[in-house]
């Protein structure tokens, strides 16, 4: 690997520290328009276009970013990913020492697939599912009364889960008609209840997504959802189909109805675009739904090898990022959709985004001088308007945004009241927000004073479809990916998520072998403590 600057050695990261003493202000009257400003600012990426005239920045500060992300080999580094360099380790210490390559899930749909046997594997695996898919649309897969399956139930948590729940959610009205997906992740045994109470077992299948095949919530689900089967007379082998990878565990073809693999160099947060996703909605959209999915995604990626910031959507949203967090040192950022069926993409975001860059080491093992991701959070507009919008505009702390638009809406059944569509309000909401953020508002009432500048960014998109989707969550992958290597740190590593996973693993144990069980929660944690069980964690 080639040895490139970071955020705390590139110079210009210096320069742009000066710049951030007095960044541009968006206040003044006439600033979003000067020079062009709100023509020249906007990034095309095919798809989306980011305008980002509502940033504090100009073109100094853009220069510097630009410097930035050549001195610390953004772009460089992203291209050896997808080629198949080991980027997730920690030099001199023992890591996972794997390959980053989710973007082979769907490399196959780019000019040029960049690392040939992953590329292979992902074909093969999408062929196997083609298959399938065929055979469940022409009935030679059905239920023991020879019925066609209409509802996939998508056990999984985490990664397993939060991508392809968000995408579900966000491409419903472009199902096959008739059917419908669950999702359950939670151990919390109500999460399986609620679901299997509302499903005909019989017209279902089961898809378990289990990279590891070990984990306890989804194993312990599985087992529930065996049991139901069972229970309804219902062959599981006939209904379960597992999403794992090859040796683990739930490697187990003979249990299932079909197998797929999803591989060790693509992270679960990583994983919508593999079988961890493709399973799920190629069920629910069809073969082709799924391929236009990926194919948004893998045009997205190749676009990303740009080195100009300026043409790089994901690659200047990073960048813009880096400078609200590092250089004007705020805190959060929030991801705001003006699209409802986005509504479960923050929480997607949110794992994918503070999983991956929630570091505190570098990538040599160092503990790092300066900061990593930020906390990052989001809800719907125009939803979130009508209750935390308060806070962004006059609270003391000042939270970057990201709002993501569409033009067109998705069911297209729209009405006009009082002259405009919904579709239009909806518009016409968040680039209001995204102008009175920026510019504030004086009055002498105090508390009638908007103090602006505060910056946000616009995505906007044709309308949300499976390709649009594809790209936006490629958008997001990318930008997560080229912050942590400004940041120098692993981002595809979990480490942190490590010690609970064991220390519940233990405390079960205690639970289990103990006569005498404490009776609530309090004792729980005493007899925790007494067994001095966090300190068996540290060996
Ligand atoms: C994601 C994380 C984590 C993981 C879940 C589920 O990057 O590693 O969220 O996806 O813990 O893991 P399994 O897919 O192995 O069950």
Redesign the pocket.
């Known amino acids: 690997m080639t040895n490139f600057h970071t955020i705390r050695t590139a110079p210009a990261a210096e320069k742009l520290k000066i710049l951030a003493k007095d960044p541009f202000d968006l206040t003044v009257e006439g600033a979003l328009v000067e020079n062009g400003r709100m023509q020249n600012y906007i990034c095309d990426s095919g798809l989306f276009r980011l305008l980002y005239s509502c940033q504090r920045v100009d073109d100094q500060v853009l220069d510097g970013l630009q410097e930035l992300a050549d001195q610390c080999g953004l772009v460089e580094q992203y291209r050896e990913m997808r080629r198949g360099s080991v980027k997730n380790r920690i030099e001199g210490f023992e890591s996972e020492e794997r390959q980053v390559l989710h973007t082979s899930s769907r490399d196959v749909f780019t000019s040029m697939p960049c690392e040939k046997d992953a590329s292979a594997k992902a074909r093969a695996e999408l062929a196997k599912l083609q298959e399938f898919l065929t055979d469940i649309d022409n009935g030679t897969i059905a239920n023991s009364d020879g019925e066609q399956f209409t509802t996939m139930v998508h056990v ?5 889960d939060l991508g392809p729940r968000s995408i579900y959610e966000a491409l419903k009205p472009f199902g096959i008609k008739g059917r419908a997906v669950h999702f359950i992740a939670n151990v919390d045994p109500d999460d399986a209840a609620s679901v299997l109470d509302q499903v005909d077992l019989k017209r279902c299948l089961v898809n378990i ?7 306890l919530e ?1 194993l312990t689900n599985e087992k529930l959802v065996v049991q139901r089967l069972e229970a309804a007379g219902l062959d599981p082998a006939k209904h379960c189909v597992a999403v794992t990878g090859q040796d683990s565990p739930m490697d187990n073809p003979r249990n299932y109805l079909r197998s797929f693999y999803m591989f060790d160099y693509i ?5 919508a675009t593999s079988m961890v996703g493709g399973v799920m909605l190629g069920f629910y959209l069809g073969y082709d739904g799924l391929i236009d999915f990926l194919k948004g995604a893998a045009a997205l990626d190749e676009r990303a090898e740009n080195t100009n910031i300026r043409e790089n959507l994901p690659l200047l949203l990073a960048l813009l990022g880096v400078w609200n967090h590092n250089f004007l040192t705020y805190p959060t950022l929030a991801v705001l959709p003006y699209s409802q069926a986005l509504h479960r993409f923050p929480a997607h975001l949110q ?1 994918c985004d503070m ?1 991956s860059n929630g570091k505190s080491i570098d990538r040599q093992g160092n503990f790092v001088s300066y900061k990593t991701g930020p906390v990052i959070w989001g809800e719907p507009g125009t939803n979130g308007q009508h209750a935390f919008y308060q806070l962004l505009h006059q609270g003391t702390e000042i939270v970057p945004l990201e709002f993501i638009g569409f033009h067109e809406s998705q069911f297209k059944k729209d009405i006009e009241v009082a002259g405009s569509s919904s579709q239009q309000k909806l518009l016409a909401n968040m680039i209001a927000q995204a102008l009175a953020f920026a510019c504030g508002k004086n009055d002498n009432n105090p508390n009638r004073n908007f103090p602006g500048n505060r910056p946000s960014a616009l995505i906007l998109g044709e309308r949300l479809t499976p390709e649009t989707m594809g790209a936006l969550l490629a958008i997001y992958e990318a930008k997560i990916v080229f912050q942590g290597f400004c940041w120098n740190i692993n981002s595809f590593d ?1 480490e942190g ?1 490590q010690l609970g996973k064991v220390l519940a693993g233990k405390i079960l144990e205690l639970m289990k072998g103990d006569d005498e069980r404490p009776s609530s929660v309090e004792g729980e944690l005493l007899n925790v403590v007494k067994n001095k069980i966090l300190k068996a964690c540290d060996s």
């Open positions: 999984g948590i985490g990664g397993s997504v289990s990279k590891s095949g070990t984990t989804t992270g679960g947060r990583y994983s794992q999983e979990q998520v």
